[in-house]
Each structure stands twice: as structure tokens, then as C-alpha cells.
């Protein structure tokens, strides 16, 4: 999907609307622990652990997004 443009439609479209967004994660496989710990430091270091998850995509884009959307805004979240 990144090659085909949309998600720099949808990032367009957010900034358009005044919504800051960054790009966390892209992945092509079932999310594996290691590629939802790196996610969830990348929000934590962002400070985006409190704010709006969006995911695009399939079945393992959505999973990786709910996993870093129930462990990003924990204080001490521990590696899966």
C-alpha cells in the first residue's frame, strides 16, 4: 500500500485537516514479538502513546496497530 500512494494520501489528507501524524511501522508478515516491541518504543518515543492509532492494510497491519495501541500508552510496558 505505501508503494501505491495511499498512505501518503491518508498522511496528506491528516496534515490537511491540521492532525499531525507519523509513520510507525510498516510490515508485509505476522506481527512477531520483536516487531511489536519495536513499534511500541517507536510510539513511546514519539510521545504518540496516548494519542490515535490508524492502521492500513490487512489482517497483520490491524494486529500489529492494536497491539501498539493497548502497550504504547503503559508507563512501564514490558517486552512481549
Not at 13 to 24: D, K, M, N, T
Not at 57 to 69: C, H, N, P, T, Y
Request: proline share 4%; glycine share 8%; charged share 20%.
Amino acid at each position: 500500500l505505501e508503494q501505491s500512494g495511499i498512505v501518503d494520501e491518508l498522511r496528506q489528507s491528516l496534515a490537511a485537516a491540521g492532525v499531525e501524524s507519523i509513520h510507525l511501522a510498516s510490515i508485509d508478515h505476522e506481527p512477531l514479538t520483536s516487531d511489536v516491541d519495536e513499534a511500541v518504543s517507536r510510539a513511546k518515543g514519539e510521545s504518540c502513546g496516548d494519542r490515535l492509532i490508524i492502521a492500513v492494510g490487512g489482517g497483520s497491519a490491524i494486529d500489529l496497530a492494536k497491539a501498539v495501541a493497548a502497550l504504547a500508552p503503559q508507563a512501564e510496558a514490558a517486552p512481549v
